[in-house]
C-alpha cells in the first residue's frame, strides 16, 4: 500500500515523516528520500510461523511517501503525478503555533484549510475530465467512459470528491486509467500542540470529516518525532503518559487500512507464511489474483480456514477433522484472518 502525506507548506508533514521512520531500521526501510517502507506488524504471522516453521515470514508493508507541495501553487506537476502514485491520501491540517509558527493573522482554521485541499483536487479532476469528455464528443464516441464522465463532472461542479460520488464497479473501471486525486481515499491528520495532545481541539473539524466521511485523527508530530527517537521500552512509557494509547507509526498505519476499507488474509506452508492485503468485499478469485495472476485465471476452489480456527486446532489436519476447513468457490467474500489455499489449472 502506498501513502501520501500531504498538505500545505508548514503544517510539519516532514516531521510526521520522521516519526514514522523513527531508528528501527528492522522495521522501517527508506527506499529513497521522501519514502520509506514499514512492515505492518501482526501477530497471527507472527504465531502461524511458530507452527509452520517456514523459511520465510512476510508481513504486509505501507510505503509512506512525504509529498512537497508546490509554490506557490499546492498542486504543482510534480505534486499531481507524487499523489496519483498512492493508494491513501493524507491530508495533513495545521492545529498548532509555536515561536517558529505563529498564528496566521486569519487564526488557525483546519476546516478551511481541509475544503481548500479539497477544492483543488477537484478543480484538477474537473479540468481533466471535460478535456476528455470534450475528446470524446468530437469523437462520437458514447460508451461507459462517457457516462462514467459525466456522472463525475456533475458531482465536481457540486464540489463532491469523486469517490463520494458513487461509481458502478464497471465506471470505476472505465475511469481507474485516470487517476483522478479525488477518488482517492482520504485520511485527515490535524497536527495539534503537544498541551493538546488527547483533547478534541477543533471539534468543528470532527464534524466536517464525519460529513465527509473521512477518517480523522489527532497527534502532535513534534513530540512523535522525539518519542520515535526513543528505544522501545521508553517509546511505551510516553505513549501510556500520552493516553494515545499507540504511536504514530500504528495509528497511521490502522488509518490507512480503514481509509482503504482494507484487511488480511494468509498464505501458509513450509516455504512462507504471508500475509495479503486486499479491499474488503473482495471475493476469492479477485484474492487470489494478489498472490498469482495464474491462479486468478485458472481459479477452481479455495481452501479456507480462518486464522483463529487454525490456531485453536494446531494442525489442519486437526482443522479438517473438526469441520473448520471448507471449500469454497469464486464468489466468497473474504474475510479479515482467512487462511487461503488456491487451488487452480493454468
Given at each position: ?15 510526521l515523516?520522521h ?12 527506499k ?17 510461523a ?9 508481513y ?10 508546490g ?14 502514485d498512492?493508494?491513501?491520501?493524507v ?13 496566521p ?9 481541509f475544503?481548500s485541499?479539497?477544492d ?6 474537473y ?14 464516441k ?11 463532472i ?5 464540489g ?12 470505476e ?11 482517492i ?14 483533547e478534541?481541539?477543533?471539534p ?13 485523527m ?18 511505551a ?8 494509547g ?41 484474492a ?8 486468478e ?7 479456507v ?13 486437526k ?8 471449500l ?19
Amino acid at each position: 500500500m502506498e501513502v501520501g502525506i500531504f498538505g500545505n507548506a508548514e503544517v510539519g508533514k516532514s516531521t510526521l515523516f520522521h516519526a514514522l521512520t523513527g531508528t528501527e531500521e528492522v522495521a522501517c526501510q527508506r527506499k529513497h528520500a521522501g519514502v520509506c517502507v514499514i512492515k505492518v506488524p501482526d501477530d497471527r504471522v507472527d504465531r502461524l510461523a511458530e507452527i509452520f516453521r517456514p523459511k520465510k515470514a512476510t508481513y504486509v508493508s505501507v510505503a509512506f511517501h512525504d509529498i512537497d507541495a508546490g509554490e506557490p501553487d499546492l498542486l504543482s506537476t510534480q505534486a499531481v503525478a507524487a499523489i496519483r502514485d498512492v493508494d491513501v491520501l493524507v491530508l495533513m491540517l495545521r492545529g498548532f503555533s509555536d515561536n517558529y509558527h505563529p498564528v496566521p493573522p486569519g487564526g488557525l482554521d483546519p476546516v478551511k484549510e481541509f475544503h481548500s485541499i479539497t477544492d483543488a483536487l477537484i478543480l484538477s479532476d474537473y479540468l481533466i475530465a471535460q478535456k476528455r469528455i470534450e475528446r470524446m464528443t468530437k469523437e462520437a464516441k458514447r460508451d461507459t467512459e462517457w457516462v462514467a464522465l459525466h456522472k463525475a463532472i456533475s458531482g465536481l461542479e457540486k464540489g463532491i470528491p469523486i469517490r463520494e460520488i458513487g461509481l458502478s464497479a464497471e465506471e470505476e473501471r472505465a475511469l481507474c486509467g485516470f487517476r483522478f486525486l479525488s477518488r482517492i481515499p482520504a485520511l485527515l491528520v490535524l497536527n495539534v500542540d503537544e498541551a493538546a495532545i488527547g483533547e478534541e481541539v477543533f471539534p468543528e473539524l470532527s464534524r466536517t470529516a464525519e460529513a465527509a466521511r473521512v477518517p480523522l485523527m489527532r497527534m502532535c508530530a513534534r513530540v512523535e518525532e522525539e518519542i520515535a527517537r526513543l528505544s522501545k521500552e521508553e517509546q511505551a512509557e510516553f505513549i501510556k503518559e500520552m493516553r494515545t494509547g499507540r504511536s504514530a507509526r500504528d495509528r497511521m498505519i490502522r488509518g490507512a487500512f480503514d481509509a482503504m476499507s482494507h484487511i488480511s488474509f494468509f498464505t501458509v506452508g513450509d516455504d512462507e507464511v504471508r500475509a495479503w492485503n486486499v479491499r474488503k468485499g473482495s471475493i476469492a478469485v479477485a484474492a487470489s489474483g494478489k498472490i498469482h495472476s495464474d491462479m486468478e485465471k485458472g481459479f477452481i476452489r479455495a481452501e479456507v480456514i480462518s486464522c483463529e480456527d487454525f490456531l485453536r486446532c494446531g494442525s489442519m489436519s486437526k482443522a479438517r477433522a473438526e469441520g473448520k476447513l471448507r471449500l469454497e468457490g469464486k464468489e466468497y467474500i473474504v474475510k479479515d484472518g482467512d487462511i487461503m489455499h488456491v487451488r487452480f489449472n493454468v
